[in-house]
């Protein structure tokens, strides 16, 4: 068995069009690579050893991506494009058998961890020859279009999660825990060793299948579900668990990236008034033609904000991760209020004003939703009791000196929209607008008003990380 690299390796313009290939892969996927690091990835080429995919993979890496948050991306795609190779790698050893024949799961899983916690040059070689056995015998399955590989079915039969013990055990052989236990491999530091290393399995496996699979079906039709998004492209309302922890990640560096930007327009905006004397002094040199305008020095401001947040299941998430970026610029405002509901609105700016790091916001987003007087009714959204609430209560907060950002789906439960309220509200603010998560194509669908509400507000698509950023840049005022 050879791999692409090898067969690669002799053939210099094959091997620039295996290349460019990839790198037109990574820029589909949103990964911005221009040419001059296309240049360096080519000169990289020629001193890294082609047969060693590890070396490979990080010498790419370094010249094509700049954001360590698109590493996901790009080490699934180079899986594709540079595998180990082609069909199984499965000649030399078999798993371990019953009587009967069948697969002795627990013997496998014995011997897995093992191998898990032998980190040797050996131990590697012989992990990844089982992890090509577990996907070609565990994995594999027969589908309506033929022979077929799943992670999913390999993985729990494997079970790596449940290994962690064992590895730590065989990790620790015959160390002094120091009496932090009566097991082997209890010591925390075995412990998080043998988590690493159990993840690092489920990775493999997951590498392996898709590898397989590319052989079987075709790299692109592969790609086009094993490719995950880049964190800022993945759509709030369908994201799981560890989406959400990816897209957490992406705020800190977008806050900067957006104060840096909200301030540029803040100095290039604002310019003070004209100054007549200045003005008239200088037509003196034309005439008394007052042909170039003198102003005076201007004074910018920071503009008051006011956030009305929808904080029921459906678009919880969404309403936190702008609430995180917004907080993140809040040095940009002279006041950021937040007001928070259900089918009932209440000022929440004091749960947010608390803590600053991400363990504090996730912990009071949690208090907040669990304390505030947000939901005393049916416990569905009603933005029409929302909005007339925020006119007879908060009303007086709005001002023609700050913004009102209004975050959520729009989806009413079918109740009255009290679009009166909305224009009030709007008539109050001298900016005011509406980020919604749904999809354009489904406002109006169903029990959403969004439709009914953009004709009152200007409003948003804000579907995801990049979405959201563009909005807050060019929405919010200077």
Same mark, same amino acid.
């Given at each position: 068995?050879?791999?692409?690299?090898?067969?690669?390796?002799?053939?210099?313009? /094959?091997?620039?069009?295996?290349?460019?290939?990839?790198?037109?892969?990574? *820029?589909? $996927?949103?990964?911005?690579?221009?040419?001059?690091?296309?240049?360096?990835?080519? +000169?990289?080429?020629?001193?890294?050893?082609?047969?060693?995919?590890?070396?490979?993979?990080?010498?790419?890496?370094?010249?094509?991506?700049?954001?360590?948050?698109? $590493?996901?991306?790009?080490?699934?795609?180079?899986?594709?494009?540079?595998?180990?190779?082609?069909?199984? *790698?499965?000649?030399?050893?078999?798993?371990?058998?019953?009587?009967?024949?069948?697969?002795?799961?627990?013997?496998?899983?014995?011997?897995?961890?093992?191998?898990?916690?032998?980190?040797?040059?050996?131990?590697?070689?012989?992990?990844?020859?089982?992890?090509?056995? @577990?996907?070609?015998?565990?994995?594999?399955?027969?589908?309506?279009?033929?022979?077929?590989?799943?992670?999913?079915?390999?993985?729990?039969?494997?079970?790596? +999660?449940?290994?962690?013990?064992?590895?730590?055990?065989?990790?620790?052989?015959?160390?002094?825990?120091?009496?932090?236990?009566? *097991? !082997?491999?209890?010591?925390?530091?075995?412990?998080?060793?043998?988590?690493?290393?159990?993840?690092?399995?489920?990775?493999? @496996?997951?590498?392996?299948?898709?590898?397989?699979?590319?052989?079987?079906?075709?790299?692109? *039709?592969?790609?086009?579900?094993?490719?995950?998004?880049?964190?800022?492209?993945?759509?709030?309302?369908?994201?799981?668990?560890?989406?959400?922890?990816?897209?957490?990640?992406?705020?800190?560096?977008?806050?900067?990236?957006?104060?840096?930007?909200?301030?540029?327009?803040? #100095?290039?905006?604002?310019?003070?008034?004209?100054?007549?004397?200045?003005?008239?002094?200088?037509?003196?040199?034309?005439?008394?033609?007052? @042909?170039?305008?003198?102003?005076?020095?201007?004074? /910018?401001?920071?503009?008051?904000?006011?956030?009305?947040?929808?904080?029921?299941?459906?678009?919880?998430?969404?309403?936190?991760?702008?609430?995180?970026?917004?907080?993140?610029?809040? +040095?940009?405002?002279?006041?950021?209020?937040?007001?928070?509901?259900?089918?009932?609105?209440?000022?929440?700016?004091?749960?947010?004003? #608390?803590?600053?790091?991400?363990?504090?916001?996730?912990?009071?987003?949690?208090?907040?939703?669990?304390?505030?007087?947000?939901?005393?009714?049916?416990?569905?959204?009603?933005?029409?009791?929302?909005?007339?609430?925020?006119?007879?209560?908060?009303?007086?907060?709005?001002?023609?000196?700050?913004?009102?950002? @209004?975050?959520?789906?729009? #989806?009413?439960?079918?109740?009255?929209?009290?679009?009166?309220?909305?224009?009030?509200?709007?008539?109050?603010?001298?900016?005011?607008?509406?980020?919604? /998560? =749904?999809?354009? #194509?489904?406002?109006?669908?169903?029990?959403?008003?969004?439709?009914?509400?953009? =004709?009152?507000?200007?409003?948003?698509?804000?579907?995801?990380?990049?979405?959201?950023?563009?909005?807050?840049?060019?929405?919010? !005022?200077?």
């Amino acid at each position: 068995m050879a791999g692409s690299s090898e067969s690669l390796a002799g053939q210099e313009v /094959p091997l620039i069009g295996h290349l460019t290939g990839f790198i037109d892969e990574l *820029r589909a $996927r949103g990964i911005v690579v221009g040419p001059s690091s296309l240049i360096d990835a080519a +000169q990289a080429l020629e001193v890294l050893d082609l047969l060693d995919r590890r070396s490979l993979r990080e010498g790419l890496a370094a010249t094509l991506i700049s954001d360590q948050m698109h $590493r996901r991306v790009f080490d699934t795609v180079f899986d594709l494009w540079f595998p180990l190779g082609t069909g199984a *790698r499965t000649a030399v050893t078999d798993l371990p058998r019953t009587s009967d024949g069948e697969v002795d799961v627990e013997a496998m899983r014995e011997m897995v961890a093992d191998l898990l916690a032998d980190d040797s040059a050996d131990g590697e070689a012989r992990l990844a020859q089982m992890v090509a056995l @577990i996907v070609d015998q565990l994995g594999r399955y027969e589908s309506t279009r033929g022979e077929a590989y799943s992670a999913y079915q390999a993985l729990s039969q494997v079970n790596p +999660q449940t290994l962690i013990a064992r590895i730590a055990a065989a990790m620790a052989g015959g160390d002094d825990d120091g009496g932090l236990g009566d *097991r !082997p491999g209890t010591e925390p530091r075995y412990r998080r060793a043998a988590r690493a290393r159990s993840m690092e399995l489920r990775a493999a @496996i997951e590498a392996e299948t898709q590898r397989r699979m590319a052989g079987a079906k075709g790299r692109d *039709r592969v790609a086009d579900y094993a490719v995950p998004q880049l964190p800022e492209n993945i759509n709030f309302l369908s994201a799981g668990a560890n989406d959400l922890a990816e897209i957490r990640r992406t705020i800190e560096p977008l806050a900067r990236l957006l104060a840096a930007k909200l301030e540029t327009r803040r #100095r290039r905006s604002h310019r003070g008034s004209v100054d007549v004397r200045k003005t008239l002094r200088a037509s003196m040199s034309t005439g008394g033609v007052p @042909i170039e305008l003198s102003h005076r020095k201007p004074r /910018p401001g920071r503009p008051e904000l006011t956030i009305i947040c929808d904080v029921s299941g459906s678009v919880a998430g969404f309403s936190q991760f702008t609430l995180r970026l917004v907080y993140a610029l809040r +040095q940009q405002f002279s006041k950021v209020r937040v007001f928070a509901f259900v089918d009932t609105v209440d000022e929440v700016t004091d749960f947010f004003d #608390r803590g600053n790091d991400d363990e504090d916001f996730g912990a009071n987003m949690h208090r907040m939703i669990t304390t505030a007087r947000i939901s005393t009714r049916d416990g569905h959204s009603d933005y029409g009791n929302m909005l007339k609430g925020f006119v007879d209560e908060y009303g007086d907060s709005l001002t023609h000196r700050g913004a009102l950002l @209004i975050l959520g789906d729009g #989806r009413t439960n079918y109740h009255d929209p009290r679009l009166d309220a909305l224009r009030d509200l709007v008539d109050r603010a001298r900016h005011a607008y509406w980020l919604n /998560p =749904e999809a354009r #194509r489904n406002w109006g669908v169903g029990d959403s008003a969004a439709t009914e509400y953009a =004709e009152v507000i200007e409003m948003f698509e804000c579907r995801n990380a990049t979405q959201l950023g563009r909005a807050i840049a060019d929405l919010l !005022p200077v």
